[in-house]
């Protein structure tokens, strides 16, 4: 049976019987995360930013600066960008000073305008002026992997967890390099930190699922993804990727198990949270067709070519062709079957 997982990664080696995996994350507790995220939302910020205008006196140009600065942030909260960051600008001009103009510049150049080349200046001049942001510091890393520099975005997530040992994303991060470099204790660790830090954060429980799944555990590797998708209930944009990779990445162990009724429940759940990842249709579709295989239900087999066919449209044979590979394999033993002997 061909499988792609939800989440593209290197896979780790089965055996290494003496690493010992820990028991599956249970129950974390999700009281601190919500209030954390506040911390720096925009709005939050703004406020924030208009009680601090009396701080500057009688300098008319810093008062101006928090001003600009105060409505970049509520632009950026509305989705204007280009005002967002036109206001921003104004504010750095009139304080080249202010860290905060600076880290809000550089978070839009990064998130809104897909920048991080630009990002990157903004956001380390706001470390150089506040060696205590620790966001900046974070968005700085992210803004590094962008550019396909990750030795140095990992030393910066170093940093931050040195600041705040408690940094989810950081800690995610860190885990998935790990992962990637085939540190399975290290990514076991930083994954079950990540969970407990911050439980609506959906994708530790992924990475750490998935090594679970990658020794030879589908017990423990379903424990962990039904425990993100229980303790995972922000439904928005940021999160529904990650809400879909659980529920895509249980649906595949289910089908490993053959389990199909279960696994097509789950995979059907995670195509509905995202539609462009062409892992999850094939998935489906193989489900489809090995059920179809066990019960000789025509109407699987028919979902199947479906499902498969729409894996094969949204696969690009330049930049995947081990994916398109398998597509192509799977619809080839789709067509097999239905050949009469």
Known sequence: MWAVRARDRAACGRGSASVRLPAAVVDANPGTSVSKRMQRSPRALAGLLLLGLGVAGCDTSKVEALQRLSEGVQYAAAGENVEAARRLEESLRLDPTSAKANYMLGLIRLQRFQNPGEATRYLERAIELDA??????????????????PEEAMARFEEVIAQAPEHAGALFRLASSADEAGDVRRAIDLYTRAIYADPYFPLPYNGLGNIYFDYGRPQEALQVFQNGIDNCVLDTSEFRPGNAANRADLGRV????????????????????????????????????????????????????????????????????????????????????????
Do not use: H, K, W
Request: glycine share 4%.
């Open 254 to 341: 289910y089908s490993e198990l053959e389990e199909y009724d279960l696994a097509i429940s789950y995979l059907t759940m995670a195509a509905e949270l995202d539609s462009t990842a062409a892992d999850i249709p094939f998935n489906l579709g193989v489900a489809y067709r090995d059920r179809a295989a066990r019960t000789g239900s025509a109407e699987d087999r028919q979902a199947a070519e479906a499902q498969l066919n729409r894996a094969r449209t949204q696969c690009n044979p330049a930049r995947e062709q081990a994916r398109c590979t398998s597509i192509a394999a799977a619809l080839s033993d789709l067509r097999a079957a239905e050949r009469p002997r």
């Open 132 to 149: 205590g942001d620790t966001e900046a510091r974070y968005q700085l890393g992210i803004a590094l992997a962008a550019l396909g520099r």
